[in-house]
């Protein structure tokens, strides 16, 4: 049974908040991408995801409170730490688990693995291990819409690395010149790789405080409010979808664990993580929930759906087989097959 406020009056929300029904379906999306990431990293551990994996694993804030502002044919640019933006689109577990471990029940028949996930059906076009190649990518994917059109609004997410790409100003640039229904999306974690961002780099916002070089308002969020980062965002996409153009969002939030799970990231100070996890959005927003009259017993049935949700896609995934070697000629050329080259 999917819990929901329905069978309950719903007060009008204050200043700032979301309406009940998307503030416990926010929940939902968060809850999920954490249960299903947590999964990920116990199957890691026991050596079945195949290649490395990056978690977003304190960061399900921004992939929850952006998705529930887009429409289904909206398209997403995401980079390698993508597991929680599929899940937020609302790609099912199981052939993203399966992905993750290679299996030819996998998303992509265990082509892509956990860096590499595309959904096009639910307009995923991609995530990016090349640090900013993604923006000037999803610039043309706005500019399709825009030609056609159709209404569609990309968005565009980035870690805060990128604003040091050239890619990164030239697609603002250029986004503001053609005026395309895109908008991007700094998930600040503060870490470029191991790497303080802010020793790198000469503002302190590095995608806020360079906004008004391109012609764009600063706009810097909390990146584990998923209040604001819903609403910011549900303002930026209507107007993108209104032909107001592009927009910049910075959300500062910060990632659990280290860059990779490779990395144990001993280079963080540990009273800044120790102040970052009490930072944890699904802590404090089930806290908020609690004070908006949504109880435990309804949060509680909300994670224990979730759970078996998991367990049912690890179970799939799992049993999924080994994709056969004929696999490697089909989704590499144009019409789908290799018979040309000869």
């Not at 577990?93 to 590499?116: F, Q, T, Y």
């Not at 999803?138 to 690395?161: E, L, P």
């Not at 927003?285 to 049935?301: I, K, M, Q, T």
Request: glycine share 10%.
């Amino acid at each position: 049974m999917t819990i929901d406020a329905t069978d309950r009056p719903q007060p009008a929300p204050a200043a700032g908040e979301v309406s009940e029904r998307t503030a416990l379906a926010l929940y939902r999306t968060m809850s999920t991408a954490r249960k299903f990431e947590k999964r990920a990293y116990d199957l890691f551990l026991r050596n079945l995801v195949k290649g490395t994996t990056h978690l977003g694993i304190g960061q399900e804030a921004v992939a929850a409170g952006v998705a529930a502002a887009m429409r289904p044919d909206d398209y997403s640019f995401i980079t390698y730490r993508g597991h929680n933006h599929l899940v937020a689109r609302g790609t099912p577990l199981a052939p993203l688990m399966a992905e993750l471990l290679g299996r030819d029940n996998g998303l992509m028949h265990g082509k892509g693995g956990s860096m590499h996930l595309i959904d096009a059906e639910r307009g995923i076009l991609g995530s990016y291990a090349i640090i900013g190649a993604q923006l000037v990518i999803a610039n043309g994917a706005a500019w399709s819409a825009q030609y056609r059109g159709s209404g569609q609004v990309t968005v565009c997410f980035f870690g805060d690395g990128a604003t040091n790409i050239g890619a990164f100003h030239e697609a603002l640039n250029l986004a503001v010149v053609w005026n395309l229904p895109v908008v991007f999306v700094c998930e600040n974690n503060l870490y470029m790789e191991y790497t303080r961002i802010d020793a790198v780099t000469a503002v302190p916002n590095p995608a806020a405080d360079r906004a008004a070089a391109y012609g764009l308002p600063s706009v810097l969020i909390d990146g584990n409010d998923p209040d604001a980062v819903h609403l910011t965002a549900a303002e930026a996409i209507a107007k993108a979808r209104a032909g107001g153009g592009p927009s910049l969002i910075e959300a500062v939030t910060y990632r659990h664990g280290g860059h990779s799970r490779a990395d144990p990231a001993k280079y963080r100070d540990p009273e800044e993580v120790r102040a970052w996890l009490a930072k944890d959005p699904m802590i404090t927003y089930r806290a908020r929930l609690n004070e908006r009259g949504v109880g435990d017993e309804v949060l509680d049935a909300i994670d224990a759906e979730i759970v078996a949700e998991v367990d049912a896609a690890t179970e799939e995934a799992i049993s999924g087989t080994w994709p056969d070697h004929s696999r490697l000629y089909t989704n590499v050329w144009s019409d789908g097959g290799h018979a040309w080259r000869n």
